[in-house]
């Protein structure tokens, strides 16, 4: 599956991505920048907002989030909702959290620190809707608060059958 947008609402825009490889040298990742990362950049520059990020459980959500943050920083302030509760890279697994991006970010998580966190009560929002409802909640007004100027949320890979997709419609309003 390659990166493109599927769908844009007012200030928020939602993307599918994927395409990450390993680097022949092993070990560490290599990321590859296609040209729907690159579109999708130009795009949300152009009209800042909220990109919330959809995807299957390792299709390379959070990479994107990465290069997308490299983009944004020098254009303004850029804030991160990490919802993805089973595989966080922000804050401590079953926790939505927010973070304010650096201005010198690198691409390393590592540097992000979470701002605000919010427990949602399982590592599937699948296992808990409500705490991942509650938590998602509390984590956007956090960062609506905040009032970055790009916005991007990271989500699970929780995105088959009516549950998932309802997840993902109420974030949208939220947004």
Do not use: H
Request: net charge positive; proline share 6%.
């Amino acid at each position: 599956m390659k990166s493109r947008v599927f769908l844009s609402r007012g200030n928020v825009r939602l993307a599918v991505e994927a395409q990450k490889r390993k680097s022949a040298a092993g070990g560490s990742d290599e990321i590859r920048v296609p040209a729907e990362w690159q579109s999708l950049a130009q795009s949300v520059r152009r009209r800042p907002g909220a990109v919330l990020l959809l995807g299957a459980s390792d299709s390379g959500k959070s990479t994107l989030a990465r290069y997308l943050i490299s983009q944004f920083v020098p254009k303004g302030r850029v804030g991160l909702i990490d919802a993805d509760i089973g595989q966080s890279t922000v804050g401590p697994p079953a926790c939505i959290s927010y973070a304010d991006c650096p201005a010198d970010f690198s691409g390393d998580p590592g540097r992000l620190r979470p701002a605000a966190l919010s427990f949602a009560r399982s590592l599937s929002p699948g296992a808990d809707p409500l705490g991942f409802f509650l938590a998602c909640e509390r984590i956007v007004r956090f960062a609506r608060e905040r009032r970055p100027q790009f916005l991007l949320v990271d989500t699970t890979g929780f995105i088959d059958g009516v549950l998932a997709v309802e997840l993902k419609l109420t974030k949208v309003e939220w947004l």
